[in-house]
């Protein structure tokens, strides 16, 4: 088997049925450097346990995944969810201290969908700016990278009401870039039209906090959140867009996250030595130098 890419990490939503012990693991013995880690395996074992064992098992650290979903008005809902993002903050900046040198204290923000009866998108992502601004100072005070992703359209309504990368952009734009950035993820922005000049501004305003890869085919599942695939088993131009990412100076890790019921059935280690062995054919090419 050919050598796994220095700067692949598997996001644990690829193996999203191995506990933390499992997915710590098999990461390891795939030969992958570098994991990025869910929030509810993380609480499953507590913050402290979950520090250790990631120490223990030699990885770096990419993401934090996830938190956000603070679309909704003002009232208990919101502050609970602002409270929430609070404790998340110090999760991944805690995490991130445990993990291998090169380790980043990136916590991933899926800003949340339209609130139950409302149409008011514009109202929805105003919110999201407000809510950074809640959390920003907090972030900058932990050292943590709050990323904002924008998923496809597709999810605009129940997920996520930021659809483009030059939106959350626009969101980040009032705070500073180590503290509020954006994910890249190709399943969710290769559609664009404007993907490439929005790359190109991600990292000209030094806003990449992450670049996350996986491959979309149709047709899609009837459950389309589970439209996931191996890197290189559809029709994103991977390469193009990988090129776009490195040409910005982007040299982080880049995390491959995959939800699909097939891949979250195979046994563990098998799906991770497959996405290594995807990446290495359809990212790693394009990557450049660290």
Not at 163 to 180: E, H, K, M, Y
Not at 185 to 202: G, K
Not at 265 to 279: D, Y
């Amino acid at each position: 088997m050919s050598a796994v890419d220095p700067r692949l990490s598997i996001n644990q939503g690829t193996i999203k049925h191995a506990d933390l012990a499992t997915a710590l693991r098999v990461t390891v013995e795939a030969g992958v450097q570098s994991i990025g880690l869910w929030r509810e395996p993380v609480q499953e074992v507590g913050l402290a346990t979950a520090a250790s064992m990631l120490t223990d098992s030699g990885l770096r650290f990419s993401t934090h995944c996830r938190s956000g979903f603070f679309t909704m008005p003002e009232g208990p809902a919101r502050r609970a969810s602002i409270d929430d993002n609070l404790v998340a903050i110090e999760e991944a900046a805690t995490l991130a201290a445990a993990g291998a040198p090169g380790s980043e204290a990136v916590l991933v923000l899926v800003a949340g969908g339209l609130p139950e009866g409302s149409r008011d998108l514009v109202g929805a992502r105003e919110r999201v700016r407000d809510a950074l601004g809640e959390l920003a100072p907090h972030a900058a005070e932990a050292g943590v990278t709050l990323a904002i992703e924008p998923l496809h359209p597709m999810y605009a309504t129940d997920r996520c009401v930021v659809s483009t990368l030059g939106q959350a952009l626009d969101l980040a734009s009032g705070f500073d870039p180590s503290v509020v950035g954006v994910a890249v993820d190709t399943f969710h922005i290769f559609w664009d039209p404007d993907v490439l000049d929005a790359i190109e501004r991600a990292g000209r305003e030094g806003r990449i906090a992450t670049y996350q890869v996986c491959d979309w085919k149709t047709p899609l599942p009837a459950d389309v959140l589970l439209g996931r695939h191996y890197p290189g088993d559809g029709v994103i131009d991977l390469a193009g867009l990988t090129r776009a990412v490195a040409d910005t100076g982007y040299s982080g890790d880049v995390e491959v996250e995959i939800f699909n019921a097939d891949v979250w059935a195979a046994e563990p280690l098998e799906a991770v030595r497959r996405t290594a062995a995807g990446f290495g054919a359809s990212v790693s090419p394009f990557l450049g130098a660290r």
